[in-house]
């Protein structure tokens, strides 16, 4: 047992006897939960944890945060998921170290011995070690942040309506959004088009034209995984729907108030969104020499963790190089469920002499959407932009969300927002204060 670790006395993860070797797979992100699934009917008893009893959409949780979905309709149940898979076992708790000589992990309802573990535990957002903006600034990194920005983005509204000193009020409206990639552009579009067709009608005493929302991106291009175009003509339908931009710009401090930015500059405004940069999720008892940048963990082609070898990594977490990808894959949807894939492939092989298929990245495209009709899309041999591209969009993000149920919910909610110009999801909902 870990000196440094002590669990409630009557507590401890425990499950059914079995002569089957035990995988463990920590996290059940897209990675995780592709995985878990291709071993149901594996001889492995599979034993999936995760810090959330639900699995997560990213993809779509901004617009949760601008009331355009239910948070409902883009998590999906994980005990659902596994109710007619006798050999995998859920458990709702954190990791929160690993001895991998020892082969156990620990959590705040015990320790558990593994035979395979898996760690696919994805990143959190990166404040790049700034402890202002990591305390005031909004991130997107799960369905409660998202419904946080929610919350507060009506709640400044209706504040705002009583505020007579014109600068605090502009601050109440004003929205900052720090990072130029896919996040941060669809966040902006969606937030320029809510001001466009909705605000303006929920709010007719304000003057919506107070408010101003600014994208502050570092580099000189947005979308900078995309190509050349894809960025020239997101800019172009950024600034159309009115959205700020301020490229080669970097947020420095953030006081809940105010802004800084690194020529001296200052904004006003209650809300930043913080979508610049993402590092790994950190486990203790990981060997140093198996982290690399961005807190990833490196793996060979077999997604094997440096060294360890019943212990593998798979999705954001994990640096595997690829001749096609000398830097790593891009820590994108893809790259997880086609890794849970071909290591659940490979564990299926365990004991049949077959060899094991290195993993190698099929590239389907990338794609990006700022608001109605106006996307733009990578793919292989082809690329476009604008309404094609945004049924493009939302026929991959309809496929790949989780659950029957959510796919029609989601599906009609697009429609009716489409037809009507409006969701009526505005509702600040707060969570009860004992
Ligand atoms: C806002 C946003 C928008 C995005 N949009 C796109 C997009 O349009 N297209 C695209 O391809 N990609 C997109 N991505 C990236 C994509 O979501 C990730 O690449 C993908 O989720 C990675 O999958 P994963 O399985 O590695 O990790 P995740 O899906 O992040 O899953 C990690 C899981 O591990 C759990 N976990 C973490 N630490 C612990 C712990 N210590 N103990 C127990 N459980 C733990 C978490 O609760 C989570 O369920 C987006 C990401 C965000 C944040």
Same mark, same amino acid.
């Not at 979905?69 to 990791?95: A, Y």
């Not at 902006?188 to 067709?197: D, F, N, V």
């Not at 159309?240 to 001296?264: A, M, P, Q, S």
């Not at 940048?293 to 595997?320: H, K, P, S, T």
């Given at each position: ?9 009557? *507590? ?12 463990v ?7 995780? !939960? =592709? ?22 959409f ?24 596994f ?5 995998v ?6 990791? =929160? ?36 903006? +990591? ?22 509204f209706?504040? +705002? ?12 409206? @004003? ?5 130029? &990639?896919?996040?941060?552009? %669809? ?11 909705? !605000? ?6 304000l ?15 947005? !979308? @900078? ?10 800019? /172009? ?23 800084? *930015? ?22 203790? /008892? ?18 094997q963790? @440096?060294? !360890?070898?019943?212990?593998? +990594? ?6 595997? %190089?690829? %001749?096609a ?5 891009? $820590?994108?949807?893809q ?15 365990? &004991?049949?002499?077959?060899? #094991?298929?290195?993993? $190698?990245?099929?590239?389907? &495209? ?26 493009? #969009? ?8 989780? &659950?029957?149920? @959510? ?6 909610n ?14 600040? *909902? ?5």
């Amino acid at each position: 047992m870990n000196p440094t670790y002590s669990v409630d006395p009557g *507590i401890q993860l425990h499950f059914p006897d079995s002569p089957l070797p035990r995988i463990v797979i920590v996290g059940a992100g897209f990675g995780g !939960l =592709e995985l878990a699934t291709r071993l149901a009917k594996g001889p492995f008893q599979v034993v999936v944890i995760d810090k959330n009893n639900y699995h997560q959409f990213q993809p779509l949780f901004y617009q949760v945060a601008m009331s355009g979905l239910e948070p409902s309709s883009i998590v999906f149940p994980l005990r659902k998921m596994f109710q007619k898979k006798p050999n995998v076992h859920f458990r709702m708790t954190v990791v =929160e170290e690993v001895d991998t000589a020892a082969q156990v992990i620990y959590t705040p309802l015990g320790t558990l011995s593994y035979d395979y573990l898996v760690l696919a535990v994805g990143v959190e957002t990166n404040f790049f070690g700034n402890q202002h903006i +990591a305390e005031k600034a909004i991130p997107m990194k799960s369905v409660s942040e998202a419904l946080y920005l929610r919350n507060t983005l009506l709640n400044d509204f209706e504040k +705002a309506l009583s505020t007579v000193d014109a600068e605090a009020r502009k601050g109440l409206l @004003n929205m900052v959004v720090v990072g130029g &990639g896919p996040t941060g552009v %669809e966040v902006s579009g969606a937030l320029a088009e809510m001001r466009k067709y909705i !605000l303006k009608k929920d709010y007719p005493e304000l003057d919506i034209d107070e408010m101003e929302i600014i994208l502050v991106e570092g580099s000189p291009r947005l !979308l @900078n995984g995309m190509s050349e175009k894809a960025s020239k003509t997101a800019q /172009g339908y950024l600034q159309n729907l009115g959205v700020k931009l301020r490229l080669e710009t970097l947020v420095t401090d953030y006081d809940g108030e105010w802004v800084t *930015i690194n020529d001296g500059s200052r904004i006003r405004s209650k809300k930043v969104i913080w979508a610049a940069g993402i590092t790994g999720n950190k486990l203790k /008892g990981i060997p140093d020499n198996c982290i690399t940048r961005g807190n990833r963990l490196v793996v060979n082609r077999y997604n094997q963790i @440096n060294g !360890l070898e019943n212990v593998f +990594a798979i999705g954001d977490i994990a640096y595997m %190089e690829e %001749e096609a990808y000398p830097k790593g894959h891009p $820590q994108v949807a893809q790259v997880a469920i086609q890794q849970g894939r071909n290591l659940a492939a490979n564990l299926l092989r365990l &004991g049949k002499s077959k060899p #094991w298929k290195v993993f $190698q990245y099929k590239d389907l &495209g990338s794609l990006a959407t700022v608001g109605r009709n106006r996307a733009v899309a990578d793919l292989p041999g082809f690329r476009t932009t604008g309404a094609f591209a945004w049924f493009i #969009w939302l026929f991959v993000h309809l496929y790949q969300l989780v &659950g029957f149920k @959510n796919r029609v919910f989601v599906f009609f909610n697009w429609v009716w927002n489409y037809l009507t110009y409006d969701q009526s999801l505005r509702l600040i *909902i707060r969570p009860r204060n004992p």
